[in-house]
């Protein structure tokens, strides 16, 4: 089985408008569809070793993709 992921770059998700964000409406699309949503600050965001390394609020692991 494939993980499918998603992140979303943004405000953190408390802060969110449901019913003027539209980033609210694509994450709600996207886990209709079974992936996996992460919410992330671009200050957050980090490369080191040639992988893009970031901090999400769904998840206390860290979520790393090789550039």
Wanted: hydrophobic share 30%.
């Amino acid at each position: 089985m494939t993980n499918k992921i998603v992140a979303i770059q943004g405000n953190h998700p408390s802060k969110l408008n449901p019913k003027t964000d539209t980033s609210v409406f694509l994450a709600n699309e996207i886990q209709k569809k079974k992936y996996r949503v992460f919410y992330y600050d671009p200050k957050d965001l980090s490369i080191i070793d040639a992988k893009v390394i970031n901090d999400t609020t769904r998840s206390r692991n860290k979520v790393t993709r090789k550039i």
